[in-house]
């Protein structure tokens, strides 16, 4: 069983950064995706950023070119670069594993984008 753990969100104004953490415990298989999904209130949550073991990362169409998603080499982490952060990207960030076809989800971190 893989345990995910999310770190970084927080209260930021408008054009402001955040990075979000998400800590990966327990044995993953080389055939899996980590990435960020969010969920604002009254809202589906969605797809942000997703990136392969061996392919390109994925964002959604609302944040390309402000956000960027990186993981290290030991599979153990996966960081979401939040830049020119939006009063629209407030929502609940929660840090996905898919994993040779088994799906872990963190606890969810929130990140606020106010003035």
């Known amino acids: 069983q893989v345990q995910l753990v999310e770190s970084g969100g927080g209260l930021v104004q408008p054009g402001g950064s955040l990075r979000l953490s998400c800590a990966a415990s327990g044995s993953i298989s080389s055939n899996y995706r980590m990435g960020w999904y969010r969920q604002a209130p009254g809202k589906q949550r969605e797809l942000v950023a997703i990136?392969?073991?061996?392919?390109?990362?994925v964002y959604a169409d609302s944040v390309k070119g402000r956000f960027t998603i990186a993981k290290n080499n030991t599979k153990t982490a996966v960081y979401l670069q939040m830049d020119s952060l939006k009063p629209e990207d407030t929502a609940v960030y929660f840090c996905?594993?898919?994993?040779?076809?088994?799906?872990?989800w963190g606890q969810g971190t929130q990140v606020t984008v106010s003035s």
């Open positions: 996905n594993l898919w994993d040779n076809g088994r799906t872990s």
């Open positions: 990136l392969g073991s061996l392919s390109s990362p």
